[in-house]
């Protein structure tokens, strides 16, 4: 996968925007970052924490246990299942950029002990396969249109018995054109699955027992609420941010909102477990 061609999505140009929101929130360049702060800007997922949690009791995950969070981001689900659960997390991150703010972020969260980051394509596999308890990943599975080998790398990456938690899309109705467009262009997503397809996969790449639940009525609220307050900030946000990054994301924000409101996108969790 081309690490260049998914900057097209507006959410992954100028990470570093993370330092002036942290600025903003009182919080000294280099100096510690209380968790607490910290995850007001690092998730880049829907309901934030509390995702993050619903995947760690889902998976009753422990402190004994090891977990891979596939997509990490800018760390955030993996500091929180770190400083939750007390395990060991592996953060796995396609973006060179984002990898180097993201263990930047953790070292000054005081958890680079439980945190490890690493820098790579899940679709070249995991960086200990069959050493994890516990796999998750949060809205990284729509860009990689690759499934089979994508469900089949996941399933390499756990011991048996190991489970996985994932949050992600799915094509809910027929999606348009039009939809199919604005999905590619602007959130870097090329096909998506049906929820028949997605079981048919995942068993075909070993998963038992999986189990999905519709979650598009939640998201398609809270996508809508994330446009709406996010251009209700314009002022602040540009002088923060600058008028383009501004502008970049009121698009990306809006366009998501629109594609759930149209009623042919999905939102979905899944856990799905390795025999
Ligand atoms: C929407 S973000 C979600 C980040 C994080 N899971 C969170 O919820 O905060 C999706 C992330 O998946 C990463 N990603 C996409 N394809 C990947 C791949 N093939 N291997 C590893 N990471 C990938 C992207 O670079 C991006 O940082």
Redesign the pocket.
Known sequence: ?SEQA?KSMK??SRVERVYAQLRDAGIADDGPIPLDVLCRF????YDGVAAVEEGIARLALASHHRAL??????G??ARIIASRAGCEVTA????PD?HEVAARLTARAGLADLVRHRQ????EGAPAPGGFDALF????FL??PERARLYRRCHEALRPGGAMYVEDYFERGTLTDAERGTLADKVYCRDLPRLDELRRDLAGAGFAEVEIEDVTAFWTEHVAERARSWRAGREREAALHGEEVFAGLDDFYSSIAGLFRGGNLGGMRLVARKR
């Open positions: 996968m998914i959410l992954y690092d998730q880049y997922h969070d596939v997509g990490s981001g800018l955030g689900p796995l991150e396609l973006q984002v790579g394509d899940i679709l990943a949060w809205l990284v860009h990689i």
